[in-house]
């Protein structure tokens, strides 16, 4: 997958600007009924990288549709325990026969604890696992992938805001799957977000780039290089409908010609239950 998914949509800017640095000790949270300690929320995307129908490039693009299905658990006022169901349906591949399909992604469970807080700023950590729970990862003796990283979001003023996430990714196997010269054995991420509600606060106008910067086999560990296909630069509407946030973007990755024929389009889709 090409996309850092749903990191847009689940670090939001916090309130009104102020330099006061606000308690981030836990509280106990022991005392509150489960049903306000359980929530569930869903993310989805579904996106294209080519708008154009041409008959050169239709046989060409990728349409995908992902889900998320979050049930998170509040541990105390600053930390929570997450497990993340994801699924798609895609047509990459189709030139090789591949076509229309649904596919699993193996299950996450993450831990996230905010480190510092402000009226105007959040820093947070999150700690992730994937779990080897579908056939593929199995089948390749994976026993889980490792991902933490640390996002920040901050409101500058009334109407701008900005966020941020850096992240590691290393999947763990009891032994190397190929010599260590052929793998690449761990990859970094980031983000970056603007978003702007001077025209509205209900349509806002949104900005992200994505990164991705892979290991180079047979180099050393700090031996990193931007991923082809793995980025992307967003721009679109960010709006509240019917209490569902709805991100509609045109997208482009930097890795390709620059040309009206490589601008995909998409939208992703959050609400909470």
């Known amino acids: ?70 049930v998170a658990y509040e541990l105390s006022s ?14 990459a591949n189709k030139g090789i026969g591949q076509g229309d399909r649904y596919q699993e992604l193996d299950q996450r469970i993450r831990w996230s604890k905010v480190l510092s807080k402000t009226a105007s700023t959040r820093v947070r950590f999150r700690q992730t696992v994937e779990l080897p729970t579908t056939e593929a990862s199995r089948d390749a003796n994976k026993i889980m992938r490792f991902k933490p990283a640390v996002d ?36 970094g991420t980031i983000w970056a977000s603007y978003t702007n509600s001077k025209l509205s606060e209900k349509y806002k106008f949104q900005a992200d780039v994505e990164l991705t910067s892979r290991h180079q086999a047979g180099g050393d560990d700090l031996n990193m290089a931007a991923s082809a296909g793995e980025e992307r630069i967003l721009a679109g509407v960010n709006m509240d409908i019917l209490g569902v946030n709805v991100y509609a973007y045109t997208q482009h990755d930097p890795s390709r010609v620059v040309a009206a024929d490589q601008l995909g389009a998409g939208v992703q889709l959050f609400t909470a239950f």
């Open 1 to 70: 997958m090409k996309k850092l998914i749903a990191v847009a949509t689940m670090i939001a800017a916090t309130g009104a600007m102020s330099q006061t640095t606000t308690t981030t000790t836990d509280i106990d949270v022991s005392a509150k009924p489960l049903s306000e300690r359980v929530s569930m929320s869903y993310y989805g995307e579904m996106d294209t990288d080519a708008l154009t129908t041409s008959a050169q490039t239709k046989g060409e693009r990728e349409t995908e549709f992902l889900n998320y299905l979050y």
């Open 152 to 187: 920040v979001s901050h409101k500058i003023d009334d109407v701008n805001s900005v966020a941020a996430a850096v992240g590691f990714n290393k999947d763990i196997y009891p032994s190397a799957p190929a010599s260590v010269d052929e793998t690449s054995r761990h990859y």
């Open 78 to 91: 600053t930390s929570v325990i997450d497990t993340t169901f994801r699924m798609y349906l895609t047509d």
